[in-house]
């Protein structure tokens, strides 16, 4: 079984460009998640979709940062302006629906802002 | 709100020698609580889970914790180290009940494992 697919894996961009991440969850798994991992700190939500709608983007910085799942499937996480403190590993990850679903991780997109 | 402390920010510990990871959560409901490993360049991986069920639960890779209610804790062991265990990992808690599958994560500790 295919894990979950992520690219680019590195990223350098200047502060105020733009960027995007893709995502592409294992199949049939209809729950996806952004995570955004700054180093020394544990992975933090950003935003949680189900098949297509969104169910929790409570911690998304949603002046810069936009998400969509396309068709339930793939998903793209922007950031428009980057600044400094958006440098982070970013993690995409996606489960069965329900509770207690094992999610299962990408290798993530290593973000450097400068 | 649901939360998660590590302890300990990084282990050092010597091939063949147990492991300890410290956890303590706070939690205002029964809690569902993860650990993961994070292998560098490699995806975080579910190590096991506890949700209310056996207090000692069994892992992948030798691994184990045991749920202490009366101490707020679930730290997670390993009889012998290995050198392959050399890792961060991540001590996870489930958001509220029902509801959707948030999970909150602790700081990470880093293990170290000298030959």
């Known amino acids: 079984e295919a894990g979950v697919a992520q690219s680019p894996r590195y990223k350098i961009i200047e502060k105020r460009q733009s960027v995007a991440f893709w995502c592409n969850p294992i199949s049939g798994h209809a729950t996806l998640y952004w995570y955004q991992q700054i180093l020394g700190q544990g992975p933090k939500l950003l935003i949680q979709?189900?098949?297509?709608?969104?169910?929790?983007d409570s911690q998304l910085p949603k002046d810069r940062f936009s998400a969509e799942r396309l068709k339930g499937v793939d998903s793209t996480l922007k950031i428009q302006p980057a600044k400094l403190e958006d440098s982070a590993v970013y993690l995409c990850a996606s489960s069965s629906m329900g509770t207690l679903q094992e999610q299962y991780f990408g290798p993530g997109t290593r973000l450097t802002v400068t | 709100a649901q939360s998660v402390t590590q302890l300990d920010s990084h282990v050092s510990v010597s091939e063949g020698t147990p492991v300890l990871l410290r956890c303590n959560y706070s939690s205002s409901y029964s809690p569902s609580l993860f650990w993961y490993v994070q292998h560098p360049n490699k995806g975080l991986q579910l190590l096991l889970k506890?949700?209310?069920?056996?207090?000692l639960v069994k892992g992948i890779n030798g691994f184990e914790a045991e749920f202490k209610k009366s101490e707020t804790s679930f730290h997670l062991t390993k009889p012998s180290a290995h050198m392959s265990d050399a890792a961060e990992y991540f001590c996870v808690v489930k958001g509220e009940p029902g509801g959707y599958n948030k999970l909150i994560f602790g700081a990470g500790t880093r293990l170290a494992v000298h030959p």
């Open positions: 979709f189900q098949n297509n709608g969104v169910v929790d």
């Open positions: 506890y949700t209310s069920a056996a207090t």
